[in-house]
């Protein structure tokens, strides 16, 4: 009776790929589904983990079972200074790059917008954690009884009657100079500068300046669509964040 032939060194080989591809893909999955969980112990313990792998590449901006889903177009705006008065009107840089992905998902371009987004989405998340951590230290400093009804108010000031005085806002202009000094703006401010650079030599000039906006449009309600395609109306209504004028160097 024959024997049975052994495994040889190429079937070992492609035992051990398809075993490293099969462990690949279920990292893959298993960090992606906690990065788009909603708050739980495993994204307690590994949440950073899964969102230093899923940023800047496999970023998504949508979560499993979310309780809140999104409901709004967030875009970072960008204007460039040439000489002392000169502003480009705002624009956003990645326009050609949507059209781009529109005209064909198979390009990879769709991977660049996840990097660009990412931008602007870090830079909101950051501003929500500033206005946070601003409400819970005004709700703090109110009386007990007055706490929950501060913290239910949402990131807006809330005065009281009682207040000494007028409570300090937690608007985002309010938390401006945390904001200027976190990782996150000074990433935006790179990303405006190289978005600068090249509309400098696209259109021959020299650049001195830049600023930038963040930008949340809300569509219409679709109860309200029909009245919205009559008059030309796209968006509900559309929030801006303004940021200062940075100089050239």
């Known amino acids: 009776m024959d024997c049975p032939a052994k495994p040889t060194t190429s079937h070992w080989t492609s035992y051990m790929i398809a075993l490293a591809v099969l462990v690949a893909l279920g990292g893959h999955v298993l960090l992606t589904l906690i990065y788009l969980s909603p708050?739980?112990?495993a994204?307690?313990?590994l949440g950073?983990?899964?969102e230093?792998?899923?940023?800047?590449l496999f970023h998504q901006n949508w979560h499993l079972f979310s309780p809140n889903p999104g409901i709004s177009t967030r875009?970072?705006?960008v204007r460039c200074q040439s000489g002392e008065d000169q502003w480009s009107d705002w624009f956003d840089p990645t326009e050609d790059l949507i059209a781009r992905h529109n005209a064909n998902r198979f390009s990879g371009v769709g991977k660049l917008l996840y990097v660009y987004r990412a931008v602007g989405d870090d830079l909101r998340k950051h501003i929500e954690q500033r206005m946070t951590q601003c409400q819970k230290r005004r709700a703090s400093a109110l009386p007990e009884q007055d706490l929950e009804e501060t913290l239910d108010a949402g990131l807006g000031a809330l005065v009281t009657a009682d207040s000494p005085a007028p409570a300090a806002d937690c608007s985002p202009e309010a938390v401006m100079d945390e904001i200027i000094d976190s990782p996150e703006f000074t990433l935006a401010i790179r990303y405006s500068e190289h978005v600068c650079l090249g509309y400098g030599d696209e259109a021959g000039v020299e650049t001195t300046g830049l600023q930038f906006k963040l930008l949340e449009f809300f569509p219409v309600k679709y109860a309200d669509r029909d009245a919205a395609d009559a008059s030309g109306r796209q968006w509900d209504k559309v929030h801006e964040i303004e940021f200062p004028i940075i100089a050239g160097e």
């Open 43 to 45: 994204q307690e313990h």
């Open 39 to 41: 708050p739980n112990i």
């Open 75 to 77: 875009k970072l705006a």
């Open 48 to 50: 950073g983990v899964a």
């Open 52 to 56: 230093r792998y899923m940023k800047p």
